[in-house]
């Protein structure tokens, strides 16, 4: 039979079963309702003559899309990969398909992107590009779309919300350069409209005060985003200043990369005469030379949680919003040391 011509009564035929039973056989959301034998044979009929579901057509009735949007700052970070695929196999298993937009930080097109994938009726969004007061974040409160931050929380926990416990993570990286014995510790932090920028910020003051080191003028560089670039200008900055340090805490591993730069440009060594440590464990980062110290985390587990809380709510999930932290753990590599 040609494939174009294919029905799903002809399926239900095949199998022997009704219409009725044959679509919820072959709906992931109502496979359930039939026994598993009743699911084998309409899934066996549909694959033997070739039936593709109109999905327009059941989006239609049932006002459901299956998709959904993911904003992503930068495609380009290495970080993200690994969380969108954790986001979009838990998706996929439940029968979705996640439409991914690269924003590159800009508002305007954030805007656009956001505003395109509604036009395109999607289920739910997760955006990972949330600044702490963005007005898009409630217009889409106001739309009543489904919406899960991904590696971000809002200013005030009113979004569902997935991230690594930057806190913890910061004060094991504080707590490791401490115990090499560095007292002179310097910040890159990262952009402070973000909640990863200004928890590690503020964490990484709470750890310094607590270890009873104090964090002079002149220590702390603040990055207008999280990219190579910002982190060779702070560092630049971060070297120039009086006093010197012995060690950086960068806000990420990309603003870490930044500061290997900078330490060749001005013919420092790390760790010999620097050590760097930084925060994500992307990808590729053992592979620089020194391999980087940094703060490491289960990215795919960020996307599969984030996946999970948005499956909840377009199931008509209520109730106050749920907040993940994953927690983080050191890895120790070549680019931290004892101060010389």
Same mark, same amino acid.
């Given at each position: 039979?040609?494939?174009?011509?294919?029905?799903?009564?002809?399926?239900?035929?095949?199998?022997?079963?009704?219409?009725?039973?044959?679509?919820?056989?072959?709906?992931?959301?109502?496979?359930?309702?039939?026994?598993?034998?009743?699911?084998?044979?309409?899934?066996?009929?549909?694959?033997?003559?070739?039936?593709?579901?109109?999905? /327009?057509?059941?989006?239609?009735?049932?006002?459901?899309? %299956?998709?959904?949007?993911?904003?992503?700052?930068?495609?380009?970070?290495?970080?993200?990969?690994?969380?969108?695929?954790?986001?979009?196999?838990?998706?996929?298993? %439940?029968?979705?398909?996640?439409?991914?937009?690269?924003?590159?930080?800009?508002?305007?097109?954030?805007?656009?992107?956001?505003?395109?994938?509604?036009?395109? %009726?999607?289920?739910?969004?997760?955006?990972?590009?949330? &600044?702490? %007061?963005?007005?898009?974040?409630?217009?889409?409160?106001?739309?009543? /779309?489904?919406? /899960?931050?991904?590696?971000?929380?809002?200013?005030?926990?009113?979004?569902?919300?997935?991230?690594?416990?930057?806190?913890?993570?910061?004060?094991?990286?504080?707590?490791?350069?401490?115990?090499?014995? &560095?007292?002179?510790?310097?910040?890159?932090?990262?952009?402070?409209?973000?909640?990863?920028?200004?928890?590690?910020?503020?964490?990484?003051?709470?750890?310094?005060?607590?270890?009873?080191?104090?964090?002079?003028?002149?220590?702390?560089?603040?990055?207008?985003?999280?990219?190579?670039?910002?982190?060779?200008?702070?560092?630049?900055?971060?070297?120039?200043?009086?006093?010197?340090?012995?060690?950086?805490?960068?806000?990420?591993?990309?603003?870490?990369?930044?500061?290997?730069?900078?330490?060749?440009?001005?013919?420092?060594?790390?760790?010999?005469?620097?050590?760097?440590?930084?925060?994500?464990?992307?990808?590729?980062?053992?592979?620089?030379?020194?391999?980087?110290?940094?703060?490491?985390?289960?990215?795919?587990?960020?996307?599969?949680?984030?996946?999970?809380?948005?499956?909840?709510?377009?199931?008509?999930?209520?109730?106050?919003?749920? /907040?993940?932290?994953?927690?983080?753990?050191?890895?120790?590599?070549?680019?931290?040391?004892?101060?010389?």
């Amino acid at each position: 039979m040609p494939e174009s011509a294919v029905t799903l009564k002809d399926v239900a035929a095949r199998a022997g079963v009704h219409p009725a039973t044959a679509s919820r056989a072959l709906n992931l959301e109502t496979r359930l309702l039939v026994s598993d034998q009743t699911a084998s044979r309409v899934l066996a009929a549909a694959a033997e003559l070739g039936y593709q579901p109109n999905t /327009v057509a059941r989006s239609l009735r049932t006002r459901r899309s %299956h998709t959904v949007g993911v904003l992503i700052p930068d495609l380009n970070n290495p970080l993200f990969p690994p969380i969108v695929r954790g986001l979009a196999d838990r998706l996929e298993s %439940h029968g979705y398909v996640a439409l991914i937009g690269n924003t590159d930080g800009d508002d305007v097109r954030e805007r656009r992107v956001f505003e395109q994938m509604r036009a395109r %009726h999607v289920d739910g969004y997760v955006l990972a590009t949330a &600044h702490l %007061h963005d007005p898009l974040l409630a217009e889409a409160a106001q739309s009543g /779309v489904p919406v /899960v931050l991904m590696n971000r929380i809002a200013a005030d926990d009113s979004f569902p919300s997935v991230t690594v416990d930057n806190e913890a993570g910061v004060r094991l990286a504080v707590g490791h350069l401490v115990s090499l014995g &560095h007292r002179d510790i310097a910040c890159i932090a990262g952009p402070q409209d973000v909640s990863t920028g200004l928890v590690r910020y503020r964490s990484f003051r709470s750890a310094m005060t607590d270890s009873g080191l104090e964090v002079p003028d002149g220590r702390v560089a603040f990055a207008r985003a999280f990219s190579i670039a910002e982190g060779y200008r702070c560092a630049r900055e971060v070297l120039a200043a009086q006093g010197g340090c012995t060690a950086i805490a960068a806000g990420n591993d990309m603003l870490a990369v930044g500061c290997y730069r900078a330490l060749d440009e001005a013919g420092l060594r790390c760790p010999a005469d620097i050590s760097v440590v930084g925060f994500n464990d992307m990808p590729f980062i053992d592979l620089l030379r020194p391999p980087l110290t940094t703060v490491a985390f289960s990215h795919f587990e960020v996307g599969a949680h984030a996946a999970d809380l948005l499956i909840e709510r377009m199931n008509g999930g209520q109730g106050a919003p749920t /907040v993940i932290y994953v927690s983080p753990r050191l890895i120790v590599r070549g680019s931290t040391g004892r101060p010389s």
